[in-house]
């Protein structure tokens, strides 16, 4: 991975038409972030980050990596990041595969809790350092299947209160959700060269990353609301796209696609959170 990272801005143009937002979407659909620049915000509220050269600069580069520096936005998207690292190993580990599985724990001294906590701190939530460490451990200690679940589901448990905590409104919640799907792809790029997997862990990663996303846009898409309903809907259709460039967690044998596929996702979930407030 390299030390650089995306540092995603928010433009504004002097009008907007159909054919701008269609334009936005095909641009970032063929290249990724990179193309968003020259698009910007207009009453559709579209969030278009701006890539820099190389992927998310290691944990820390990680951390953070969301739109328009709203520290809600932010802090959802650090959730989603640290969560998606949980679920690819976990998932590993339920295949077998417990060496795998360990190189995707965190612990509390890692640098992606370490920045996370202060976002912890400042939005009045609890810490879940307890808990990371209670699955890192099992996970080593080569415990059952049952034992990693139930401590999955208590990091998830926090994880899920830490975000009650930061009072998003939909509109923070489908930002997130991009600014995740930008740093799968991101790690996608760097693990997959012409439909071979060349980094296992950086495409496992990117695997984590949009299974956060897909239970976010499920979980929206069983919301009452309607505007909020048909957003979650259009994002979970988005992301079944998607489901070729990320077959499995553990892709063994199998071709994969582009990360363009991913950035594709992205913008189309974009464009279909115009209508969040």
């Known amino acids: 991975m390299t030390d650089s990272s995306n540092t995603p801005r928010r433009v504004s143009p002097s009008a907007w038409t159909t054919l701008t937002l269609a334009g936005a979407a095909v641009g970032l659909a063929i290249s990724g972030p990179a193309a968003a620049a020259g698009f910007g915000n207009g009453p559709e509220k579209l ?11 290691g944990e820390g580069g990680e951390a953070g990596a969301s739109a328009g520096g709203d520290e809600v936005v932010e802090f959802l998207t650090d959730l989603g990041l640290i969560e998606g690292h949980l679920r690819a190993g976990v998932a590993l580990y339920r295949a077998g595969l417990a060496d795998q599985a360990a190189t995707h724990m965190k612990h509390p001294q890692d640098e992606i809790y370490d920045e996370l906590s202060y976002h912890i701190a400042d939005f009045g939530a609890e810490g879940f350092a307890e808990q990371l460490t209670a699955l890192a451990g099992a996970v080593e200690a080569g415990a059952p299947v049952e034992t990693v679940d139930a401590a999955l589901a208590d990091v998830l448990r926090e994880i899920a209160e830490a975000r009650e905590h930061a009072n998003a409104s939909e509109a923070a919640e489908a930002q997130a959700m991009v600014a995740i799907l930008r740093q799968a792809a991101d790690e996608y790029a760097e693990g997959v060269k012409d439909g071979t997997v060349t980094e296992l862990h950086e495409y496992q990663d990117a695997w984590g990353f949009v299974e956060v996303a897909r239970e976010q846009a499920v979980h929206m898409a069983g ?10 809907e259009k994002a979970v259709a988005a992301l079944d796209e998607a489901r070729e460039a990320l077959p499995d967690v553990s892709p063994e044998g199998k071709t994969l696609g582009d990360a363009s596929i991913l950035h594709s996702a992205a913008a189309k979930i974009e464009l279909a959170a115009y209508k969040l407030k």
């Open 47 to 57: 969030w278009l980050a701006q890539a820099t050269e190389g992927g998310e600069g």
């Open 223 to 232: 919301e009452d609301d309607a505007v909020e309903k048909a957003f979650g």
